[in-house]
């Protein structure tokens, strides 16, 4: 199970491929909501796995992966807020809060029916599910408890989310993305799986990546992301600080599928001639070569989800998180706090840079500039990648399988 965001699509293709390696014989579901439906079917593609809709063995040259959509609600929170802000914020909490979570409710019991209908037979029943985390794993969660069906949850936040808190009491193994200072009983410390393309690249590597993406190999490279949807205040802190930016670095934005739209006019800033791009900037929406993108990189400015920072320290780069305070628990800040207090990542707060694009602009220009900080938080926060959570994760799940059959 994955789906809500991309961050709990890409660690659960990573534990696919390990099963895969480690059994090729496996036969595995993927289960989504119809938002990400596509990007499943898309990274299944890419990395050479034959998918469908129908169930079907493994033939010898591809494996197969049936990929299904699940219906999901997402509760809809804001971190923070008082009862005077849902009052001053009213479209949100009309459109949001209510109406939203009505929706959500719908989806939810939807969800759990669906899921029922699907896993009530006996002979149809996996022997182990494995839930990344988000909402789209808390119907099927919750059938699977019922009906006896053992899981394992990956938790990647220094903070769980709601649906991992209902779920992880009666979770055979919960795998934790971060070390926790008091360890559960059935907690294991795994890590944030990675795809294996997520690895250092060399300086002459890097020089060749900035050439394929077009920009000048011998200038300092930026890489700003607000991940796979993009972020509107990041986005229009770019907008404000671009220009400036543009007379010390290289500067690449991926705006996000959901708000690509809305900056499409800073392509004005992105010229080419003859196929050869000449003013050292670019704006995409997104790609699915992330790893070539960010690899390419001098600094990257990202908001602060496990997944991504997971990517960031497989790669060893230096970063600025902007964390987004708003989320449900604070999840992005602490996750931010506790990287920068450890010298790994500079922070830079969402709220504050709204008021201050400017305080953004400085914290990179900063690092573009002092190459000695920027090496010591890349060391440090490539300390922090657990290049075998993957697999470790799919060892996990095959050994639980093997308590429920011999049962």
């Known amino acids: 199970m994955g789906g809500g965001s991309g961050g709990h699509i890409t660690p659960a293709v990573a534990v696919v491929r390990e099963l895969l390696e480690l059994k090729p014989r496996t036969r595995i579901e993927f289960w989504t909501d119809r938002k990400y439906y596509k990007n ?110 053992p899981y394992v949850i990956h938790e990647s936040d220094a903070v769980p989310g709601l649906a991992n808190r209902l779920l992880m009491k009666h979770a055979a193994v919960v795998c934790m993305g971060i070390c926790e200072e008091e360890q559960a009983e059935h907690h294991v410390f795994t890590g944030t799986p990675v795809a294996a393309e997520f690895k250092p690249v060399s300086e002459s590597k890097q020089k060749s990546l900035k050439k394929t993406l077009g920009f000048d190999e011998n200038k300092p490279l930026v890489i700003v992301t607000g991940g796979s949807q993009g972020s509107v205040h990041i986005n229009e802190a770019m907008r404000d600080i671009l220009p400036e930016m543009l007379e010390f670095a290289s500067v690449g934005l991926i705006a996000g599928r959901k708000h690509y739209e809305e900056m ?27 790893e070539e993108i960010m690899g390419a990189a001098d600094v990257v400015v990202s908001r602060a989800g496990a997944t991504t920072i997971a990517e960031l320290a497989a790669l060893k780069k230096a970063v600025v998180l902007v964390p987004f305070e708003k989320l449900p628990g604070g999840h992005q800040v602490k996750n931010a706090d506790r990287l920068t207090k450890m010298q790994a990542t500079v922070t830079v707060r969402d709220d ?56």
């Open 352 to 407: 504050r840079m709204v008021n201050q694009p400017g305080v953004l602009l400085e914290a990179v220009k900063h690092l573009v500039r002092s190459p000695k900080e920027r090496k010591t938080l890349a060391e440090n926060l490539h300390g922090q990648a657990q290049t075998d959570a993957a697999k470790n994760i799919a060892q996990i799940l095959l050994d639980n399988s093997r308590k429920r059959i011999s049962e």
């Open 264 to 290: 499409v006019d800073l392509k004005d800033y992105e010229e080419w001639d003859k196929a050869h791009l000449v003013s050292n900037f670019r704006l995409w929406n997104f790609s699915s070569v992330m």
């Open 40 to 149: 499943v079917v898309k990274i299944t593609t890419e990395i050479g796995m034959r998918w469908g809709e129908e169930e079907q063995g493994s033939g010898a040259k591809k494996p197969y992966i049936r990929v299904r959509k699940i219906m999901a609600g997402k509760f809809h929170r804001y971190a923070g807020w008082k009862l005077i802000d849902y009052f001053e914020n009213w479209q949100i909490t009309l459109k949001d809060i209510i109406w939203g979570n009505i929706v959500g409710f719908c989806g939810f019991i939807g969800g759990i029916l669906q899921s029922f209908v699907r896993l009530f037979s006996y002979d149809k029943r996996p022997d182990v599910i494995f839930l990344k985390g988000g909402f789209v794993g808390l119907p099927v969660g919750l059938v699977a408890r019922v009906l006896g069906i």
